[in-house]
């Protein structure tokens, strides 16, 4: 019985650690400032981008009904103007952290 306790206290910990990845915000804007900030504003109120058919990301987050879920799908789909960038899980998530810590209205 003990040993199916552990055995279930290990899986509920390892499971927990997993799905508790946590999004670093800062990481993301490195990230932004790297890939992103050519075509579009990355800094927190800043609304115009250096490519004028590119959203900034103030103007993105500030989209009502913006979501974690909306931006992944999005940064994940091609666009026709813009590069295929591929980002690994972590970037993908610190990049959405960051994106969403701009939000200034729900």
Known sequence: MRLWLTVISAAAISSTAAAQQVADPQKGLALALKDCAPCHGVAKGETRSPNPNAPSFQKITDVPGMTAIALNVALQSPHKTMPNLMFEPDELRDLVAYIL?????E
């Open 101 to 105: 810590s701009m939000k200034t209205r």
